[in-house]
């Protein structure tokens, strides 16, 4: 398959474009900033049409991951920019495959099971679960996230591309070995002996493993009856609490010293994050994979974390640096730690 995957230099477009290479297809990324890869990267603004859209002819998959990072202070300059580049970005690719002669069969489109409600009571899957954004407890910073996921579907679902299946993913934190990636920062914690509790460790931390979020990738590639809104989660969300107590026994630490809310609020403000990150209750099922019949290799959180801590441990890390050529074999490079 030729695979094209705008804003694939990050975290998530890494890990999907070495697993597609690795397997044989044709991958191309799009990038404002285009750097050495395995595989070819093509310049775009990440707003308008241009010569970028010529990739898009013959492809056969496109996924769209685009977009500023949150993981910032939302000012109003960085809200701003991380609700203008998805929505623009967007709508480009919309554009692209709407006026492509030979488009493609599918566009998988990143959303964020972010866009759920802040709840502790029920899991929230893609028929019953409760979209976010009135929940009474909830702070500006939360109800904005969800407003960036709501502008970012109806850019997609506004783009009429009759021809090309459109589903949009629900993604849960990706958890990966990789240098710099979530599971990287709270296994760093962990290792400090920081990794307690978050605030008052209730609230829902959904997950999932890279291999079963790239196998799920495929699978989305793969049935055509799957459209719109699609959860990309582990079917067991484990409280905060919980969650980091079963990183620390996969890493065989006894202690970690809980975070309380205050602490997080300071610290967030010096690492220029946002607190909503760890404190949001986001409890997400991937109901429409598990009816379909996806099977997860990583179901639960305790079998993850065992995999990735000892994938961890081993040192040959995926690198997320598309850069990092060396020990490249196979079409993956090895980053040795
Ligand atoms: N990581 C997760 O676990 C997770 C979970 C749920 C949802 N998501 C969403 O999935 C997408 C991919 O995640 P990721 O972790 O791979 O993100 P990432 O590492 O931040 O990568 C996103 C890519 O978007 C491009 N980008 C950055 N700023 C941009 C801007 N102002 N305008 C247009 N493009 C810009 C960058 O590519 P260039 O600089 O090369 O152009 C970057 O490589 C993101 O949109 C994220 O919100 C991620």
Same mark, same amino acid.
């Given at each position: 398959?030729?695979?094209?995957?705008? &804003?694939?230099? &990050?975290?998530? &477009?890494?890990?999907?474009?070495?697993?597609?290479?690795?397997?044989?297809?044709?991958?191309?990324?799009?990038?404002?900033?285009?750097?050495?890869?395995?595989?070819?990267?093509?310049?775009?603004?990440?707003?308008?049409?241009?010569?970028?859209?010529?990739? !898009?002819?013959?492809?056969?998959?496109?996924?769209?991951?685009?977009?500023?990072?949150?993981?910032?202070?939302?000012?109003?300059?960085?809200?701003?920019?991380?609700?203008?580049?998805?929505?623009?970005?967007?709508?480009?690719?919309?554009?692209?495959?709407?006026?492509?002669?030979?488009?493609?069969?599918?566009?998988?489109?990143?959303?964020? =099971?972010?866009?759920?409600?802040?709840?502790?009571?029920?899991?929230?899957?893609?028929?019953?679960?409760?979209?976010?954004?009135?929940?009474?407890?909830?702070?500006?910073?939360?109800?904005?996230?969800?407003?960036?996921?709501?502008?970012?579907?109806?850019?997609?679902?506004?783009?009429?591309?009759?021809?090309?299946?459109?589903?949009?993913?629900?993604? %849960?934190? @990706?958890?990966?070995?990789?240098?710099?990636?979530?599971?990287?920062?709270?296994?760093?914690?962990?290792?400090?002996?920081?990794?307690? =509790?978050?605030?008052?460790?209730?609230?829902? !931390?959904?997950?999932?493993?890279?291999?079963?979020?790239?196998? =799920?990738?495929?699978?989305?590639?793969?049935?055509?009856?799957?459209? &719109?809104?699609?959860?990309?989660?582990?079917?067991?969300?484990?409280?905060?609490?919980?969650?980091?107590?079963?990183?620390?026994?996969?890493?065989?630490?006894?202690?970690?010293?809980?975070?309380?809310?205050?602490?997080?609020?300071?610290? %967030?403000?010096?690492?220029?994050?946002?607190?909503?990150?760890?404190?949001?209750?986001?409890?997400?099922?991937?109901?429409?994979?598990?009816?379909?019949?996806? @099977?997860?290799?990583?179901?639960?959180?305790?079998?993850?974390? =065992?995999?990735?801590?000892?994938?961890?441990?081993?040192?040959?890390?995926?690198?997320?640096?598309?850069?990092?050529?060396?020990?490249?074999?196979?079409?993956?490079?090895?980053?040795? !730690?």
């Amino acid at each position: 398959m030729k695979i094209l995957i705008p &804003g694939g230099s &990050g975290q998530v &477009g890494t890990l999907l474009a070495r697993a597609f290479v690795a397997d044989g297809h044709e991958v191309v990324v799009l990038s404002r900033n285009p750097r050495p890869a395995p595989w070819h990267v093509v310049r775009w603004d990440a707003e308008t049409l241009g010569d970028w859209a010529a990739e !898009v002819e013959g492809a056969d998959v496109v996924i769209n991951l685009a977009g500023r990072s949150v993981n910032c202070r939302y000012s109003a300059r960085n809200r701003r920019l991380i609700v203008e580049s998805r929505v623009k970005a967007t709508r480009a690719v919309g554009q692209a495959i709407a006026q492509a002669a030979r488009p493609p069969r599918v566009w998988l489109q990143s959303s964020t =099971a972010t866009i759920y409600a802040h709840r502790y009571d029920s899991p929230n899957d893609e028929a019953t679960g409760i979209i976010g954004g009135s929940e009474p407890e909830a702070p500006d910073t939360w109800r904005f996230s969800i407003d960036v996921a709501r502008s970012w579907e109806q850019a997609a679902n506004e783009a009429i591309v009759q021809q090309t299946r459109k589903v949009l993913l629900r993604s %849960a934190m @990706t958890m990966s070995p990789d240098r710099g990636g979530v599971f990287d920062v709270l296994l760093g914690l962990v290792r400090r002996g920081l990794g307690g =509790a978050s605030g008052d460790g209730r609230q829902y !931390v959904s997950w999932i493993h890279d291999r079963d979020f790239v196998r =799920a990738v495929y699978w989305l590639i793969d049935h055509p009856e799957l459209d &719109g809104p699609v959860n990309v989660a582990a079917p067991n969300p484990v409280p905060n609490a919980e969650f980091m107590r079963t990183l620390r026994s996969a890493w065989g630490i006894g202690f970690g010293l809980p975070a309380r809310k205050w602490m997080l609020e300071i610290g %967030a403000f010096f690492l220029r994050t946002e607190t909503e990150l760890v404190l949001k209750s986001r409890r997400v099922v991937p109901g429409r994979l598990l009816e379909s019949g996806f @099977t997860f290799q990583f179901p639960t959180w305790a079998e993850a974390a =065992a995999d990735l801590c000892a994938r961890w441990r081993s040192g040959a890390v995926i690198s997320t640096d598309p850069s990092d050529l060396r020990g490249l074999s196979n079409g993956r490079a090895v980053q040795r !730690v």
